[in-house]
């Protein structure tokens, strides 16, 4: 399965983004759909995930009301809407998936990646 994340850039404080994960190859009703990001020097971290069975969603505490996942079927899309960004919100974004269908915030249950994109958050 390949995975190919885009939109990151460099943005304001307050400003927002809006991060596409292109995946084809994947059971669209099935797997699920994680968004993780890696600091320089942190451990990567999940930010949020989305159901392929019935679209839930689940966020880490850290971005919950500010950043939305929502998924596109017709287009094999998942996008993460990223408002009210931070400086400590400045990190690589992954998208991936797993087999199965758990949806978790876990990176380790995450077999399947994209080459990330890179999101800064500066004045």
């Known amino acids: 399965v390949q995975l190919a994340e885009s939109g990151g850039g460099l943005v304001q404080p307050g400003g927002s983004l809006r991060l596409s994960c292109a995946a084809p190859g994947i059971t669209w009703d099935y797997n699920p759909i994680g968004w993780f990001r890696q600091a320089p020097g942190k451990e990567r971290e999940g930010v949020s995930c989305?159901?392929?069975?019935?679209?839930?969603?689940y966020y880490a505490d850290s971005v919950k009301g500010r950043f939305t996942v929502s998924r596109d079927n017709a287009q094999n899309t998942v996008y993460l809407q990223m408002n009210s960004l931070k400086p400590e919100d400045t990190a690589v974004y992954y998208c991936?998936?797993?087999?199965?269908?758990?949806?978790?915030?876990?990176?380790?249950?995450?077999?399947?990646w994209g080459q990330g994109t890179q999101v800064t958050v500066s004045s």
């Open positions: 989305i159901r392929g069975t019935d679209g839930s969603t």
């Open positions: 991936a998936t797993r087999d199965g269908h758990y949806c978790g915030l876990s990176y380790y249950d995450f077999g399947s």
